[in-house]
Nanobody
Framework: QVQLVESGGGLVQAGGSLSLSCAAS????????MGWFRQAPGKERDFVAG????????YYADSVKGRFTISRDNAKNTVYLQMNSLKPEDTAVYYC???????????????????WGQGTRVTVSS
């Protein structure tokens, strides 16, 4: 199993930036891809961004394209989410997740992910 720990959340004004980190430990060799999701109060958990540990592709929700960047450091087993031009509607708890057991997965689908972090809160004030 893979354990995930997010960090980097906080309070920021609209237009500002934050960088989130997700450190993976445990059976990291079994992890094939990573994703960031977010959940605002009273809303469903939504896909934000995804990345494979091995390939070059990155994937984003339309709502964050051009503002957020997902990246990885394979040596550190860490995935990052750089968030720029933040808006109040970006306020949510952000979770990272790992795909480990699937042969085929859909980055957008939270059921593709087998391990989840505890979440880190991001609040964007207007």
């Amino acid at each position: 199993q893979v354990q995930l720990v997010e960090s980097g959340g906080g309070l920021v004004q609209a237009g500002g930036s934050l960088s989130l980190s997700c450190a993976a430990s445990g059976r990291t060799s079994s992890s094939k891809a990573m994703g960031w999701f977010r959940q605002a109060p009273g809303k469903e958990r939504d896909f934000v961004a995804g990345i494979s540990w091995r390939g070059p592709g990155t994937y984003y929700a339309d709502s964050v394209k051009g503002r957020f960047t997902i990246s990885r450091d394979n040596a550190k087993n860490t995935v990052y989410l750089q968030m720029n031009s933040l808006k109040p509607e970006d306020t949510a708890v952000y979770y990272c997740a790992a795909v480990t057991d699937k042969v085929v997965w859909d980055y957008n689908d939270y059921s593709s992910y087998d391990s989840w972090g505890q979440g880190t809160r991001v609040t964007v004030s207007s």
